[in-house]
């Protein structure tokens, strides 16, 4: 059983911060009392955590108190308040050793998984810039072999969390120069902000020269530009900054010109009468045609989280404060159109049946304009009496009511989801177990299209037939973000159990990329083996279960000042 080095209440006393604590200990306890004494400084220059300040403080300048929270859910949250005010570990998780930092034997699945994760390293001019996609030899590379910006994320927050910070501040240096290439495909230029979807390293054989080669999205499957990927990297530079304390690389000029870059793309102003952000078809870690276009969940939360990311990394200087206002506008009203459109319960379900169409003016309940006759027979079942979620896309007379596991789990961390939502999440994952997790952690998306509707929204894509790859296969890399929202909500057992069913394969099947069947039982029939991710993904949601201190890498707390839903009509209520 691992331990834990935090502060609990048990049996009426506070235990001393070093004190370990079993994991079973930690779900009997009252968060809410554990916050009772002052949290120890962030040991940072800046005289106080800029994750304090909440965007009306960034909008105003002035302060606000924020109020104490009055139900149990919410108390539940003020665990990432205090996570976010402790300094993340500088040193070493120990997991080159049989033992873990606390003296507790590891699982052997963890010693196996960090030597797999280091012979993915990709190293340029003599220092490690990433790791590769996949060490699978059996099958054709295809594009395998190179580093991804998305898919390195999993194996740099494993590397931070283990005090190996260089190779994450390699990355992103080095990705930022590629940013700055000039960008083409097919005579058309992309926006200057555009950061790749992957790169190489290339070896000259007869001058032992390297060079670095990006793909933007025209050497991609379907010629789709990464959308995700300059979220991603803000991520990652806060996830850095968080980890390692130091607060120099995020402001150097050229990182805070990288971000500028970023956020002038997503948030130029048009024809768009919402505050989400339009994306193709392959635009995210769905990256083939699986009618995600419109306004898919995993980029509106992944945009929503580098938001908030920027805010605390953004200079306070004329430049830095522009897109701050910017900024504090646009997540006002993206939480709003989120929480309110995106969110679906037992009841908002039961409104949805009911409504109305042909509504006009803005009185509409039915602002959309969906007919109820859209709504999937599926989705009756699948909604439990006590859960809910973000559905996948909503855009006119059409709402995705897929379950998307990213886009939940980051609604979770960045906070897009209120404390009640996330309880909500976490009840539905614990409702539909078998649908959602299975014999192996976890569905990218739930259900899965087939028969007519697959070669209408896949155009036959045979890599995506039912319960396959992105079409409700499972993909253990999610086992990280899965990990980081169960112990955000207070609820560690949830990763746990979870955890274990995926260590009882793993190694044996040799890290897949992603499982097929209703079930997940079967090796992906085109998986690759000792896919990175994978091995990453695993390490660190054991890590995070290990030590949840770790969580404020990638975790933000929820802003005080951030408006909640508006009740429009008695059929709305959040």
Known sequence: MSS???????????????????????????????????????????????????????????????????????????????????????????????LSQFGIETHPTVAEAWEDLR?????????????IAAL???????????????????????FLMNGEPEIVKNFILKTLRLQSWEKKIDRFQLGEGVMPASFKVLHDPVTHNETLMADFGESAIGRVAPVDSGFWWIFLLRAYTKSTGDTSLAEKPECQKGMRLILSLCLSEGFDTFPTLLCADGCCMVDRRMGVYGYPIEIQALFFMALRCALLLLKQDEEGNEFVERITKRLHALSFHMRSYYWIDLKQLNDIYRYKTEEYSHTAV???????????????????????????????????FRWFCLGNCIAILSSLATPEQSTAIMDLIESRWEELVGEMPLKVIYPAIESHEWRIVTGCDPKNTRWSYHNGGSWPVLLWLLTAACIKTGRPQIARRAIELAETRLIKDNWPEYYDGKLGRFVGKQARKFQTWSIAGYLVAKMMLEDPSHLGTVALEEDKQMKPPIRRSNSWTF
Not at 43 to 59: A, G, H, K, T
Not at 119 to 131: A, Q
Not at 388 to 398: D, K
């Open 136 to 158: 699978d030899n059996s099958e054709e590379q295809v594009n395998y072999d190179q580093v991804f910006v998305r898919d390195f994320v999993p194996s740099a927050l494993a």
């Open 119 to 131: 012979r993915s390293l990709v190293y340029f001019r003599g220092e490690p810039v990433g790791t």
């Open 4 to 98: 834990i080095n935090v502060d609990v209440s048990l049996k009426g006393s506070l235990r001393n911060a070093d004190t370990l604590c079993d994991m079973a200990e930690i779900e009997e306890i009252d968060f809410s009392r554990i916050f009772d004494r002052p949290p120890r400084p962030l040991n940072m220059d800046r005289q106080r955590s800029c994750d304090e300040r909440s965007l009306s403080e960034l909008s105003t300048g002035l302060p606000i108190p924020s109020p104490r929270p009055s139900s149990r859910v919410e108390n539940n949250f003020r665990l990432i308040d205090h996570l976010n005010c402790l300094p993340s570990p500088g040193r070493r998780s120990g997991f080159n050793t049989p």
């Open 366 to 400: 039915n602002k959309f304009n969906v007919i109820p006759d859209s709504l999937p027979e599926w989705i009756f079942d699948f909604m439990p009496v006590r859960g809910g979620y973000f559905i996948g896309n909503v855009s006119p007379a059409r709402m995705d």
